[in-house]
């Protein structure tokens, strides 16, 4: 069963930093592109960005609200891909959900979500 | 960037009913990269739909997904208690990949 599991998450101060952690099982996890989705209290999805495949070269994109602020990297041999996020702001208080992508390549469609992980950023 | 508008914003039906829901893309979605997914309260999203039609596994047939272009419809015929949820549209495929706002389905 593909399971992916996020940790991370918690109370943070505008300007700090924080890195969340995607742990993935069930399936190999070096052949799948990793996004990051978040979901702000009482709106909508929002892609953050994603990491491709070593076979991609393991090339990153972004949103353009977190470009220059996030960073995604993934290591492999433990199955997890990370993003860590610096210079936070209020805006950045959502829920950030992993998810397996159906292409190694880049953003195919989502069929394994993470339950997600709530980042707060207040003072 | 392609913009997603979804409608409407709340639909209110009751069981055994029929639900259209409807979302709009600013450009066309090229190869159909559409996607529709449905969230329910403290849940992550749950694929339904891909490549505007495709359903994904174990998604029964009384919902489906149509359209191309600019113009995609996701339909659930008879519905049931488990369906009332948030349901979002997709564009994927191509940077950035970007989420219509949503429509609640809710019972009446």
């Known amino acids: 069963e593909v399971q992916l599991v996020e940790s991370g998450g918690g109370l943070v101060r505008p300007g700090r930093s924080v890195r969340l952690s995607c742990t993935a099982s069930?399936?190999?996890?070096?052949?799948?592109?990793i996004s990051w989705f978040r979901q702000a209290p009482g709106k909508g999805l929002e892609w953050v960005g994603f990491?491709?495949?070593?076979?991609?070269?393991?090339?990153?994109e972004y949103a353009a609200s977190v470009k220059d602020r996030f960073n995604i990297s993934r290591d492999d041999s433990k199955s997890i891909a990370y993003l860590q996020m610096s210079s936070l702001k209020t805006e950045d208080t959502a829920v950030y959900h992993c998810?397996?992508?159906?292409?190694?390549?880049?953003?195919?469609?989502?069929?394994?979500w993470g339950q997600g992980t709530l980042v707060t950023v207040s003072s | 960037e392609i913009v997603l508008t979804q409608s409407p914003g709340t639909l209110s039906l009751s069981p055994g009913e029929r639900a259209t829901l409807s979302c709009r893309a600013s450009?066309?979605?090229?190869?159909?990269?559409l996607a529709w997914y449905q969230q329910k309260p403290g849940q992550a999203p749950r694929l339904l739909i891909y490549?505007?039609?495709s359903r994904a596994t174990g998604i029964p047939d009384r919902i489906s997904g149509s359209g191309s272009g600019t113009d995609f419809t996701l339909t659930i015929s008879r519905l049931e208690p488990g369906d009332f949820a948030v349901y979002y549209c997709?564009?994927?495929?191509?940077?950035?990949?970007?989420f219509g706002q949503g429509t609640r389905l809710e019972i009446k």
């Open positions: 450009q066309t979605v090229t190869n159909n990269y």
């Open positions: 990491i491709r495949s070593e076979t991609f070269g393991g090339t990153v």
């Open positions: 490549g505007a039609s």
């Open positions: 998810s397996r992508s159906s292409k190694a390549g880049g953003s195919g469609w989502y069929t394994s």
């Open positions: 997709q564009r994927y495929g191509y940077i950035p990949i970007t």
């Open positions: 069930g399936f190999t996890f070096s052949d799948y592109t």
